[in-house]
T-cell receptor
Framework: DAKTTQPTSMDCAEGRAANLPCNHSTISGNEYVYWYRQIHSQGPQYIIHGLKNNETNEMASLIITEDRKSSTLILPHATLRDTAVYYCIVRVGPGSARQLTFGSGTQLTVLP | EAQVTQNPRYLITVTGKKLTVTCSQNMNHEYMSWYRQDPGLGLRQIYYSMNVEVTDKGDVPEGYKVSRKEKRNFPLILESPSPNQTSLYFC?????????????FGNGTRLTVT
């Protein structure tokens, strides 16, 4: 699976959009981009995933560049409860069994 | 409720005393995995399993064993724990690798080896 690179930390004002970038320049054509977050020491929570089209769900939006080498997770109206470590990982699609590697993630702090 | 259950949540033990951390999922998932989390190192994969009786090493398998005799259970075994295995451990499961296969994580087991 491709490696990912994320900033170590980011701040965002409450109520504003939080934009979290991720670089995955070695991504393969059959690898999906997944985002998870971890609040304090709880188990990581799935947020969203995509292959090449932009995706939106009730939690967030995912923007993937046309060359698929980077993506951005957008939390449209950040709240204090969104303070967490956000992980971007890539995972192979159907038909393959691969180990998954999480990086160190981005610590997002939402400020009041 | 769909969930991954780990036990125990907290465990303090001494060097060399064999222990098992249990993991069970009720979603009929084929894929299961163990991670350890240490400050500054993120989540590192220990072992994973694609299905019953199929297991494979992750990034940091040394000092650990796993078994997958049933689909729902994936215990993590430390035959002779050492202090460097003090960590926060997470079990996760998912459907087979594919488009809609997000990982579901347990709530973690905090292990201290003295």
């Amino acid at each position: 699976d491709a490696k990912t690179t994320q900033p170590t930390s980011m701040d965002c004002a409450e109520g504003r959009a939080a934009n979290l970038p991720c670089n995955h320049s070695t991504i393969s054509g059959n690898e999906y981009v997944y985002w998870y977050r971890q609040i304090h020491s709880q188990g990581p929570q799935y947020i969203i995933h995509g292959l090449k089209n932009n995706e939106t769900n009730e939690m967030a939006s995912l923007i993937i560049t046309e060359d698929r080498k980077s993506s951005t997770l957008i939390l449209p109206h950040a709240t204090l409860r969104d303070t967490a470590v956000y992980y971007c990982i890539v995972r192979v699609g159907p038909g393959s069994a691969r180990q998954l590697t999480f990086g160190s993630g981005t610590q997002l702090t939402v400020l009041p | 409720e769909a969930q991954v259950t780990q036990n125990p949540r907290y465990l303090i033990t001494v060097t060399g005393k064999k222990l098992t951390v249990t993991c069970s999922q009720n979603m009929n998932h084929e894929y299961m995995s163990w991670y350890r989390q240490d400050p500054g190192l993120g989540l590192r994969q220990i072992y994973y399993s694609m299905n019953v009786e199929v297991t494979d090493k992750g990034d940091v398998p040394e000092g650990y064993k796993v078994s997958r005799k049933e689909k729902r259970n994936f215990p993590l075994i430390l035959e002779s724990p050492s202090p460097n295995q003090t960590s926060l451990y997470f079990c996760a499961s998912s459907p087979p690798t594919g488009e809609n296969s997000p990982l579901h994580f347990g709530n973690g087991t905090r292990l201290t080896v003295t």
